[in-house]
């Protein structure tokens, strides 16, 4: 079957959902790209799956950005893929006012629950629903979210990068 | 006439039908021509240590025959590669199984310091988490780098107190990693 147009994508979409819900309508390297809110994804995510046209079956990825200049600090993106038209959607939520939550995405597909415990564990992301909502990659007891701009990447126990080695 | 070359005797008083050394001397030689290894391996320096094991490098002419890849009839374990601090219990747990006398080389940059993996996932050395003998430089290290390593633990070996491992300083280091002692 031939690749299902992004415009064709984008009508369907527009022809269900409200115009304030599909919002910053972009396509960068030809990829659908668009922002929702909180409210809105979870209808969004099920029509394109369940759509009879549209068959978005397949969960590529969750994951977040962190961009602590903006209001709304964290977007959480969403790619999903039809493999029955070979075409890809990404949807952006952005979220913030201090407790970072979104409605969790394992009540339409089981493949959410580890890339959503990524998520969590690495920006703090609370996915309200989630049946299991721990840390997957990280140690246990690691008490800050790494992925957050304000957490240093570098480990402080490292010293062989010290200036004394060096002369300095 | 082989040109097998055989471990030297140790200092000692020679005789016409008498050779005397201390214990301490004839011990430590056993058990340097006789260290059996353990490897630990997690990325491209585990390689390298493959390529010591086999027959180009030969790790066996320094009494290493046999890698246990069981800690309990190990004495010298090799780490290699990179420890993620989620690793850190696990290899903490190995060297913990090892019967004493029992020897740590850390080979390679990520083992010994974390190498270029400055990062709050990675352990910056594994000196954090259990006492090392020798440490071994190199991204990887070359086969013979790490035989160095070995030649280097093998002096340590030779030269070692019986006692060592009963010494109070010995225990205080086991104690400052938490890795309880017996004796």
Redesign the interface.
């Given at each position: 079957m031939a690749k299902l147009d992004n415009n064709a994508v984008l009508r369907r979409l527009q022809g269900r959902f409200a115009e304030g819900v599909l919002r910053n309508v972009t396509q960068p390297f030809g990829l659908l790209t668009l922002e929702t809110d909180t409210t809105a994804l979870l209808d969004i995510l099920e029509f394109l799956k369940t759509d009879d046209e549209l068959q978005f079956g397949y969960l590529t990825d969750i994951t977040a950005v962190h961009y602590p200049e903006l209001e709304k600090e964290f977007a959480i993106v969403y790619h999903v893929h039809s493999l029955v038209n070979n075409v890809r959607i990404r949807i952006k939520v952005f979220i913030g006012d201090g407790y970072p939550a979104i409605p969790t995405a394992t009540v339409l597909w089981d493949g959410a629950n580890w890339m959503e415990r990524e998520t969590y564990d690495f920006f703090g992301i609370q996915f309200v629903g989630h049946p299991d909502l721990r840390r997957i990659?990280?140690?246990d007891d690691m008490e800050v979210f790494?992925m957050r701009k304000e957490?240093?990447?570098?480990?402080p126990?490292?010293?062989?990068?010290k200036d004394y080695f060096f002369g300095r | 006439m082989s040109d097998i070359k055989l471990a030297p005797a140790p200092p000692g008083v020679e005789g016409s039908g008498f050779f005397a050394t201390t214990l301490d001397k004839a011990i430590g030689l056993a058990r340097a021509n006789s260290l059996w290894p353990l490897p630990f391996a997690t990325s491209c320096c585990g390689i390298e240590f493959m390529a010591t094991m086999g027959a180009n490098y030969d790790l066996a002419r320094f009494g290493a025959e046999r890698p246990s890849f069981s800690p309990r009839q190990a004495d010298m374990l090799l780490v290699m590669g990179t420890i993620a601090k989620k690793m850190a219990p696990v290899l903490k747990q190995v060297y913990i199984q090892m019967a004493e006398p029992r020897w740590v080389i850390a080979v390679g940059a990520c083992a010994s310091s974390g190498g270029i993996f400055d990062t709050y996932s990675v352990l910056q050395g594994i000196d954090e988490v259990i006492p090392v003998d020798v440490y071994v430089p190199g991204c990887p290290p070359r086969p013979e780098a790490i035989l160095d390593g070995v030649m280097r633990l093998q002096d340590i070996v030779k030269n070692e107190s019986l006692n060592r491992r009963n010494s109070p300083e010995y225990k205080a280091l086991l104690e400052k990693y938490g890795i309880q002692t017996y004796g």
């Open positions: 990659l990280n140690v790494p957490y240093p990447l570098e480990d126990n490292k010293i062989d990068k | -």
